[in-house]
């Protein structure tokens, strides 16, 4: 099964009071593995992000269901990291809606709160997507932390972004696992609430992003990942506007990954040899 769609009426209907936080979730035996196949971060760490407050704005933070970099003054994630196969959305829970502030940023930096968006205009755009996982309570309930969390425009969100995650979700059912990162970049986006630019919410205390983008490496099924990677590969990359007037078809925003790193500055597929990513980081995918 695919699974249910990853966006919902819940994610733009978050007023009234805020719920209570929550901090790192225990691993369970669900979790990818913290180093080697499967594990979210084996493609590399994109922007060398370090779990140390001096990097506040590029800091490591280990959900251990999925990896992240993320921004204290934008509010958001840099960027979110994570292995996919049909192990993780084998539909053991639904989908919780349980959004909750995360408890484990340094003290003092300002916590997003689950109602944060709420009258904005913008869904509380899941980076990991709650349908990839669904294979236990702690997984799923990972995904709704507000720090996985991006303000983004509903019909990207529901529409364009949903349909690119259950295409995954599907290769992942034909005999494929997949290795995703997803980020945002930019600031400055139009919600439902209004045709103009916005560029943060929250009391400017989280920004809105101007453009959303992933890169998906989708490999056969098997052991010893990063070695079976070759310049034949299939490497998608979209890059998508964070506006409402965008159009449902993810294949129209496909570009390459160096694509991706130019907007960036990041070092996207870095644990692979030069050579190969000098292959993969610049094909456009077809989008079959």
Not at 74 to 103: C, E, M
Request: hydrophobic share 30%.
């Amino acid at each position: 099964m695919l699974g249910a769609p990853d966006t919902d009426p819940t994610d733009n209907g978050n007023t009234g009071t805020a719920a209570p936080g929550r901090g790192t979730p225990d691993a369970g035996a669900d979790a990818p593995p913290a180093g080697g196949d499967n594990s979210n971060l084996l493609f590399g760490n994109p922007s060398g992000a370090q779990a140390n407050i001096v990097s506040a704005e590029n800091y490591l933070i280990d959900q251990k269901y999925y990896v992240e970099s993320y921004s204290m003054t934008r509010g958001i994630p840099n960027w979110v990291s994570w292995h996919l196969d049909p192990n993780n959305f084998n539909g053991a829970v639904t989908r919780k809606d349980d959004f909750a502030s995360f408890t484990g940023l340094p003290t003092n930096w300002y916590q997003v709160q689950s109602n944060s968006y709420s009258g904005s205009g913008f869904d509380r755009g899941h980076n990991c997507p709650s349908g990839d996982r669904t294979s236990s309570s702690g997984a799923n309930s990972a995904t709704f932390l507000m720090t996985n969390m991006i303000p983004q425009a509903p019909n990207n969100n529901q529409k364009t972004w949903e349909s690119f995650e259950s295409y995954l979700r599907a290769q992942a059912l034909n005999g494929y696992e997949v290795y995703v990162m997803m980020g945002s970049y930019g600031t400055g986006g139009i919600g439902s609430a209004s045709a103009s630019v916005i560029s943060t919410i929250n009391n400017g205390k989280v920004t809105v992003p101007a453009n959303v983008w992933k890169v998906a490496v989708l490999l056969k099924t098997g052991d010893n990942d990063l070695s079976r990677v070759t310049p034949s590969t299939r490497v998608i990359a979209i890059n998508t506007p964070n506006v409402n007037t965008i159009g449902a078809n993810w294949k129209d925003y496909i570009v390459t990954v160096r694509d991706i790193e130019s907007a960036t500055g990041y070092n996207l597929l870095s644990n692979l040899p030069q050579n190969i990513q000098d292959v993969v980081e610049k094909v456009k995918d077809p989008g079959n």
